[in-house]
């Protein structure tokens, strides 16, 4: 069993990038997916959308798999393993999630899966305000990023593509970036390309 | 950071599509947004979802003059008559209280002009 990790500020598009990422390795290639979805809130949307669309989904509410609920983070997933398992659990976390800290609590406390690949979407509409007014948080997501999905491209023609992709390859100069309008769809292309890479990613202790 | 969520069952005088149901989605989301929108963007998320059975129509808002929209394939030719409608609010650096208070206002709005008899619960 492996995991994906997504994060990404709020309203980044992390539900609509699970969504083909789920339905690529279901139907495509016929993997059992479990979702996490973390939500800040008591009420989310999220789950209830993934849900609707036909996905086997475990939520979390009520905080932040980064800080209050890292062992609810770990028991879900134990939990998973042994009821479902899935070849893959993909983690949704809140827009607000410290990535790396959500990364450290599935490599120390988590049991029973191989790696965890971390995917962190960008949001291209947003990013030159979210990258003055919250510096530091914007830029840490990234930087725990094994693959940075500059999204939202469709939406911001005239924005600046090429610095945003710089500044996060300075960021993180180790991970690999793509720009994508998940609104749209994805190519098939980068979910082969993440799971290859992902056969790379960091080994947990199983 | 706590979410601003609220949930309830809109009790359609008579049934609408999800066309119908857009503009006054659309037009509290977008009067969330403008109210709290910093240097141009929406400093977090607004969301909604409005569903009954398999059809659905979820808003995401990020910017203050734009709402995506996204609905199931099962929508199309769908009338709602008593959908589920979920509102989500999450932003960095606003209070929570002047942040439900202008969902609570923005709800109202959109329940007249939906002219809905709904309660929430």
Redesign the interface.
Known sequence: MKIILTGGF??SGKT?FIRHLAEFLVKQEGKRVVIIEN????????D??LS??GFQVKEISGGCICCQLTAELTVAVGQIMKQFNPQWIIVEA???AKIASVIDTLKKYGKGFESVYTIVLA?A??WQ??A???PDFVFSQVAAADLVLVNKID?APAVDLTSIISKIKEVNPQARVESVSA?NGIDEKLFKGLIRDESGSTPTNP | MKAVARQLTLDLQSPLSLEELESPVQDMMLRLAGAFSVRGVVPGHIKALVEEGESYGSFSCTKPDKVNRYASPQTKDALFHRPRFYLNIVLVGVPEEKVAAEADASLDEFLNSVRSGTGSD
């Open positions: 709020l309203g609509t939500e800040a809130g008591e009420v989310g949307i999220d209830k959308l609707l669309d809140t827009g607000l949001d509409e947003r305000e979210l003055e007014i919250m939406q609104l």
